[in-house]
């Protein structure tokens, strides 16, 4: 339950203050946490496929911002991404 509070507050993106101190993010709006779980140290979170969107710098933004924020937790020590059934290596292309 508090990795998905996490991801779900990445994905709601910073407020109005963060962006007038110069906050963004690299996730597309309208994305969303379909699903994550945690067995034996490996966070596997599957996102919509709004997540997609994007050229190569942007992937990668995306790829460390979601890694970043569930290795945060002392049980996660790897983060597997996947969007509508395929491996961010598939859905998470420039």
Request: net charge negative; hydrophobic share 35%.
């Amino acid at each position: 339950a508090t990795a998905h509070a996490a991801l779900s507050q990445l994905l709601a993106g910073p407020d109005t203050t963060d962006i007038a101190n110069g906050f963004g993010t690299s996730i597309p709006q309208l994305t969303t946490v379909k699903s994550i779980t945690i067995e034996d140290g490996v966070a596997t979170a599957e996102f919509s496929n709004v997540i997609e969107t994007g050229g190569s710098c942007r992937v990668a933004s995306i790829r460390a911002q979601i890694e970043s924020t569930l290795k945060q937790f002392p049980t996660v020590t790897t983060v597997v991404i996947r969007s509508e059934g395929r491996t961010a290596e598939e859905s998470l292309q420039p």
